[in-house]
């Protein structure tokens, strides 16, 4: 896990420092109230978006897009349809406070189970999956780019 | 949507209105239960006294896979705060997937006093009626289960699907249909629905759980239901049935529908679904 990108790790450790499913969920709450500083621009996209950015097996129908930046880094936008999918928004604030502009080799060591680091082991397997899908997709997009 | 009894539902009386919870928030003889997809929703604002039961931590063994057993329940049960007289109420996210997936798991304990809030939490939230954050704290009871977990009668295991698809019975597969077909995604590293193979159980028809809801959240009326199941898809309310999904959530919303909205007598939910199916030895799939 060392070769992360950062801001992923430090993350990571924040919140391993929560002991109460409680504390995780209001941490996840207050994350998924930003939603709206993730959600793809016009610019970017508009519905009805391309399937090709459907994160698959996520049951909150959601949408992963990636934008080049000059510096060769990643800006990573997303859109959530379901708006009762509260942690799928919260996952996407949190891959793109830790991957957005971070070097795209440090993403594809990205492995898809960090999604446990913040949802915690309990996480149902079906939500598990729909989240590491979006981890997916996103890591996806830089090794897309680090193969080019 | 017209009134719950006025859509021709053989068993009208399993579903309650939002405004006949927003009546009966203090009623000491009934408990309103949140189960849902998001775990987060619950801690971010409920229906008022509202209880939660989450399937993964309250509803499922922690170590096999399968559902708690008859002291879990017990103690879940006396935890809420409920007794067997006592009307339980569920709700929650996808259209009400979880309020009848917990449904079906109180039924296998004998807790047949259950009903769902149609249009779930979206048609509750959707009509802008109060949400709440306060967790409520009931006075625990001594629920007694009358009976072990009844696997039989609404549940299927795999042995007995096994049999079922031998004798040719009528199983539904209520996933999308991609996930019917077994398509194979695109592009690489993405979940293949936790199963080695893709397809479905030989003979099942694919009839998305989804076409049973309406826009809202709802419930679609009986005639448009039996359009769906039975003139379009043939089939016959006499036969027993068999529904599945991935892991039997989804497919707890068409065996409610099967069971109770349209009356059929003999329907069980096979909650190993796909994920065990799909990987499971010696069991036939098809494309």
């Known amino acids: ?148 | 949507m017209s009134d719950i009894s006025e859509r021709g539902y053989a068993n009208s009386d399993v579903l309650v209105t939002t405004e006949w919870v927003a009546n009966n928030l203090n009623n000491p003889d009934v408990r309103i239960i949140e189960s849902n997809e998001d775990p987060l929703l619950y801690p971010s604002g409920h229906v008022p006294g509202a209880v939660e039961v989450d399937w993964t931590s309250d509803l499922n063994d922690p170590i096999v896979r399968d559902y708690i057993g008859k002291d879990a329940f017990e103690s879940l049960a006396s935890r809420i705060g409920i007794t067997p007289d006592t009307t339980v109420i569920f709700y929650g996210d996808k259209s009400n997937w979880w309020a009848t997936y917990a449904l079906w798991v109180f039924r296998l304990f004998g807790h047949t006093n259950a009903k769902i809030m149609d249009g779930g939490r979206k048609k509750w939230v959707d009509e802008g009626r109060d949400l709440n954050r306060e967790v409520p704290s009931y006075e625990a009871t001594d629920y007694k289960v009358p009976h072990e977990r009844d696997d039989k009668t609404e549940r299927a295991l795999r042995e007995e699907v096994l049999k079922h698809v031998q004798a040719s019975g009528q199983l539904v597969d209520v996933r999308s249909p991609a996930e019917y077909t077994g398509e194979k995604l695109h592009m690489e590293g993405y979940p293949q629905e936790g199963a080695l193979r893709g397809g479905h159980i030989p003979g099942a028809r694919n009839i998305p759980w989804s076409r049973a809801a309406n826009e809202d959240g709802t419930f679609k009326g009986a005639d448009e239901l039996r359009e769906i199941y039975e003139k379009e898809q043939g089939l016959n309310a006499d036969n027993p049935v068999i529904t599945y999904c991935r892991i039997g959530e989804r497919s707890s919303h068409s065996w409610f529908v099967l069971s109770f909205l349209l009356g059929y007598d003999d329907v069980r939910n096979y909650d190993g679904s796909w994920t065990e199916w799909g990987n499971s030895v010696g069991v036939p799939i098809e494309k």
């Open chain 1, 1 to 148: 896990m060392s070769d992360i990108p950062p801001k992923l790790q430090e993350s990571i450790e924040d919140f391993s420092f929560i002991t109460t499913r409680t504390e995780r969920q209001e941490y996840l709450i207050q994350l998924a109230a930003s939603f709206d500083e993730v959600k793809v621009p016009e610019r970017i996209a508009t519905q009805p978006y391309d399937e090709s950015h459907r994160v698959p097996a996520c049951e909150s129908d959601a949408f992963v897009w990636a934008e080049e930046q000059e510096d060769g880094t990643l800006k990573y936008w997303f859109d959530v349809l379901n708006p009762q999918g509260l942690s799928a928004m919260a996952m996407a604030v949190i891959l793109d406070q830790s991957l957005s502009g971070a070097q795209l080799d440090q993403i594809t060591n990205v492995q898809s189970d960090i999604v446990l680091d913040f949802f915690g082991k309990g996480i149902s397997m079906g939500k598990g999956q729909g989240l590491m899908g979006i981890v997916n997709m996103v890591v996806a997009e830089a090794k897309r780019r680090t193969k080019a």
